[in-house]
């Protein structure tokens, strides 16, 4: 990633930006979109520090600003405390970039009630927890965005993934939902699915040849053309309520 303009330097003394689960994959992609478009950039992480320390020394490398913040997102208290530290060094949150998630491989018919349990908690109800303890503040200050991370999956259902497809899919009614009732406040909320993406959590599953026959380009998205398309949907102004798909799948 080449170094930031000077203009884009300046923006970070203005907008702030919080990426949960920025410690890898698309996290880590999406911190270095917006740390090149001039946002200073909260990066978070649960359980892996130094993922997330390597992140955020690609983001200085860049010319880039930003520091970490540990939470679990399964924890109401952790995740004010983060944002209240947020406020505390930086006095705003411009955007909110819902990502951190995790997946399970399971049937409906078998899939244990313990994985059940935590892969809403941390999908549906992690990111319930993360908006609404970002929300004050954005009306405080007369409006912010909130991106969150869907799935196709939630979209249409996918095949053993039945607690992760149930948690995408409660988001897009979130989403919808608290646009319906920001919108007054000038904050703008809207849902991602950036298509399928090689990290951990696709491992085996990541599709290849036959596999992409629901493609209609015959291929995945490009992971830096998806978080470069993120940062800008992010900075519409005039955009909420939408669920955008960018890969090449059609419904």
């Known amino acids: 990633m ?9 923006v970070c003394e203005r907008r702030t930006v ?9 996290g880590r992609a999406l911190c270095l979109a917006f740390a090149h478009a001039g946002y200073w950039v909260g990066v978070h992480y649960f359980r892996q ?37 947020i406020r505390a060094q ?20 078998n899939c244990p009630e313990e994985a059940w349990q935590q892969i809403i908690d941390t999908n549906l109800t992690g990111t319930y927890r993360c908006m609404t303890a970002a929300v004050n503040d954005m009306m405080a ?6 991106l ?16 992760y497809a149930a948690s995408k899919a409660g988001l897009i009614g979130l989403v919808k939902t608290a646009a319906r009732e920001w919108g007054r406040h000038n904050i703008r909320v809207n849902l991602v699915c950036p298509g399928w993406q090689q990290t951990s959590m696709a491992g085996d599953s990541f599709p290849t040849g036959e596999r992409l026959d629901d493609h209609v380009l015959g ?7 998806v978080s470069r398309t993120m ?11 939408q669920v955008w798909n960018l890969d090449s799948r059609i419904l």
Do not use: W
């Open 2 to 10: 080449p170094p930031l303009s000077p203009a884009a330097q300046d």
């Open 18 to 26: 919080l990426v949960t689960g920025g410690s890898g994959g698309i």
């Open 49 to 85: 520090r130094p993922a997330g320390e390597e992140t955020l020394a690609l983001l200085s490398r860049a010319g880039g600003q930003g520091a970490l913040y540990q939470a679990d997102i399964r924890s109401s208290h952790e995740v004010r405390a983060m944002l209240d530290a």
């Open 90 to 109: 930086r006095g705003r949150l411009d955007t909110l970039l819902c990502n951190a998630g995790i997946a399970s491989k399971h049937l409906v018919v």
């Open 141 to 146: 200050q007369g409006g912010g965005a909130i």
């Open 148 to 163: 969150v991370i869907g799935s196709f999956a939630g979209l249409q259902g996918t095949h053993g993934q039945a607690a």
């Open 219 to 225: 291929r995945v998205s490009n992971l830096a053309d």
């Open 231 to 241: 940062c800008q949907l992010a900075q519409l102004s005039d955009m909420s309520g």
